[in-house]
């Protein structure tokens, strides 16, 4: 989408190791205004397909996931990272690799938000390796939720995970899709 394509030539930083920086708009300082037409988007992309709930992950999927949820009038749920070894068996649980920090991280949902009557819509920022995504589908498939697919605002092309989710038969609506860095150069999937 070209209003991405053009807010990251503007306002987005590559970084080493393949990172791109757009927290000055997306995930610290957030334009709301700007999120809202791109949640326009992905709703128009969505809105014939009954969604129930919209599922994220802690923490900068979430505001994103609310401004989406005003437009399709469905509640946010999402993946809370748990800091104890919460042993309780109302959780759905599933392991995600944060690639940014370089760790993993138990992620949990209450069994009580998430069930066979739902029809989720996954929603993130970045989409690089998949393994956030790949969490998150785990946990709808745990709830016996049916999934009707992921809307993601930058797909990092080069890193596979959106492929690799297409592969897997999961509908993934990227905003923008980054084939390489080229040095500061940014080449976009057309
Ligand atoms: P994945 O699990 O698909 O490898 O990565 C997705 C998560 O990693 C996103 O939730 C996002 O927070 C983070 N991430 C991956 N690549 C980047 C990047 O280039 N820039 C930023 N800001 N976050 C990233």
Do not use: W
């Amino acid at each position: 989408m070209r209003l991405m394509q053009d807010r990251i030539i503007k306002d987005g930083k590559v970084y080493p190791g393949g990172i791109l920086k757009v927290d000055c708009f997306l995930n610290h300082l957030i334009d709301v205004p700007f999120v809202d037409k791109l949640c326009e988007d992905i709703f128009q992309a969505y809105k014939e397909d009954k969604i129930t709930k919209i599922l994220t992950i802690e923490a900068s999927g979430i505001g994103i996931a609310c401004i989406a949820a005003l437009k399709f009038k469905v509640p946010v749920l999402f993946a809370k990272k748990s800091k104890t070894k919460n042993l309780s068996d109302d959780l759905y649980r599933t392991s995600v690799h944060s690639f940014t920090h370089g760790n993993t991280n138990e992620v949990i949902i209450s069994k009580g938000y998430l069930d066979s009557r739902d029809n989720v819509l996954i929603i993130d920022d970045f989409l690089a390796n998949g393994a956030a995504l790949t969490g998150l589908v785990d946990l709808v498939a745990q709830s016996g939720a049916k999934l009707a697919g992921a809307a993601v605002m930058i797909e990092k092309g080069f890193q596979g995970g959106g492929d690799r989710l297409r592969a897997m038969g999961v509908r993934v609506h990227s905003l923008a899709i980054i084939d390489a860095f080229d040095g500061d150069k940014i080449i976009f999937r057309q």
